[in-house]
């Protein structure tokens, strides 16, 4: 990669705005000279030690909900249907809500997600 | 580095493509290692161009911790079709985006904010003459009231010193384009600066 911007005719800044432009420049760097790297370089590892937490979480969290659906809202529905046993209904109400609760866990996590998908262009 | 006067600035060198798609490797087997590298050799050169287009240091700070942090989380979905410099100064200026996008409702700065930033958030030399003081509060007012998409290609040109083919590489607009928006850039500045009572100010100290 070559160091040097290549010069383009009418690049250059004109003389009147040059030391505005230093100005400002001397500003932002004194900025990035007030930041700690190392903040930079924790947050990140930080980020992906929450993210595979988040995904863990997320993980089972999913498998424990399609479970107590498949048993719940199956299972109880089929003793249902055969004895007409009251807890019954109530364990497929609980399915259905544990349904309801993942959808939303869903949503929470694609509106996390979609924070960190902004890197366009790749 | 400011170039000699009415020429285009240098900038610091940058790790040549080899070592930037090293790196990309490294960070894809999870070398945390890498990641330190990466941060020490990009950290402060983002964080200036950052600043140049964000005027809040907290939000400096932020938005380059997110740039390391997507650059970490996100580098299988690098294609490399660009280098790894090109693809970190795309997530910062998104970043920065996003973070305009969420300050908009704020009310613009007063200069007695940026009097406050530049003393103290920013360290600003505590020994510096009072006109230039003045004068730099001023550039700062004046840059601060540009549109961000002029600070945006600004900044990538004048702080950190791209060439024009990799700003639009970053900005993802064509040459044209970032030749044509450079220049209204420079236009605007120097209107506002006269407005603000300041002529060509090259002589001031």
Redesign the interface.
Known sequence: VSRDPSPTPGDDRPDDLSAALELWAEDARRVAGTIDPENAARAALDAAVDEQALRSLYRRYVAAAVLLFSLGAGGSLWIQTRTGDRRAEMQTMHALEAERGELMGRRLLSSYAGGWDDDRGE | V?GP???????A?????AL?DLWVARLRGRD?EA??EV??AF???L???I??ILRD?DA??DV???????????IE???G?S?L?T?LY??AV??CK?RMKRMRRRPACSLEDLKVD?AT????PAVEGLERRE??LR??A??ARLPAKFRTV??LR??E??????IADVV?LNLGTV?SR??RA?QR??TL?MEDG???????T
């Not at chain 2, 958030?121 to 600003?124: F, K, L």
């Open positions: 400011p006067s009415g020429a285009a600035p240098r900038r060198p940058t790790p040549d493509r930037q945390e990641l330190r941060v020490a950290h402060d050169r964080c200036a161009v600043a140049g240091r400096v700070e380059v911790q997110e740039t390391f942090t997507k650059a970490w989380l996100r979905s690098f294609h079709d280098g410099y693809w795309r997530i998104n970043g996003d530049v958030a920013t360290g600003a004068l730099r550039v700062r004046a840059i600004l900044a004048e702080i010193g791209m060439a024009y083919q990799e993802g030749e450079l220049f420079r500045l120097r600066l300041l002529g060509p100010i090259g002589g001031a």
